[in-house]
């Protein structure tokens, strides 16, 4: 069946470092790949996404990066901040009338002050 | 706007017992979505309607039902409690956006079957 392999599942760095999360996705007729933060008992947030038409898209320190042939896609996070420590999810989505989405088993990073 | 919203928060049930998991939203959503949440494996799709009238099963349906009631309402239906039904439940609704569907979750509901 469809499934996201995401790594790694748990990520440490020092403060003002970079952050990178990486997934693999296995339904080619995926098209669309969000992520998402979920801070300790709140809700999955959506934090940036990319359709499968692109190739990379930044918003200030958070770029995604998509290579839709080997199926990877990769989430950096530059000038890391102690608020940045939270569980990413990755995502895999294709319309099916709805988006019926896939996500990865999510990434735990800690944020060293 | 409160924008989704579950209840209840929190139930513990004995095996066996059933429940209704509720969830509304107020964003005039087409799509709605069930998912579920255990430690390690990230969000799992339980069960999920693309619009008023329409239900489609996810990853993990068995065990589980669900009713589109009207735009607002997705309800998340366990007939016979199992303790492998132990979980945090997420219920979200879509919104198409420039790429693709922008999802957004309610708070949760924490169950535990005994």
């Known amino acids: 069946g469809e499934n996201v392999e995401q790594h790694p599942s748990t990520l440490s760095v020092q403060e003002g470092d970079s952050a990178v999360i990486k997934c693999t996705y296995s339904d080619s007729a995926s098209n669309y790949f969000p992520w998402y933060k979920q801070e300790l008992g709140k809700r999955p947030q959506l934090i940036i996404d990319i359709r499968s038409n692109v190739g990379e898209k930044k918003d200030q320190r958070i770029a995604v990066t998509l290579n839709k042939t080997a199926k990877h896609f990769s989430l950096h996070i530059t000038e890391t901040q102690p608020e940045d420590s939270a569980v990413y999810f990755c995502a895999a989505s294709r319309n099916t009338g709805g988006f019926k989405t896939i996500f990865g088993a999510g990434t735990r990073l800690f944020v060293k002050a | 706007n409160a924008g989704v919203t579950q209840t209840p928060k929190f139930q513990v049930l004995k095996t066996g017992q059933s429940m209704t998991l509720q969830c509304a939203q107020d964003m005039n959503h087409n799509s709605m979505y069930w998912y579920r949440q255990d430690p390690g494996m990230g969000l799992r799709l339980i069960y999920y309607s693309a619009s008023e009238g329409t239900t489609d099963k996810g990853e993990v349906p068995n065990g589980y039902n669900v009713s589109r009631l009207n735009k607002r309402e997705f309800s998340l239906r366990l007939e016979s409690a199992a303790p492998s039904q132990t979980s945090v439940y997420f219920c979200?609704?879509?919104?198409?956006?420039?790429?693709?569907?922008?999802?957004?979750f309610g708070p949760g509901t924490r169950l535990l079957v005994l």
């Open positions: 979200a609704s879509g919104f198409p956006g420039q790429n693709g569907e922008t999802q957004y």
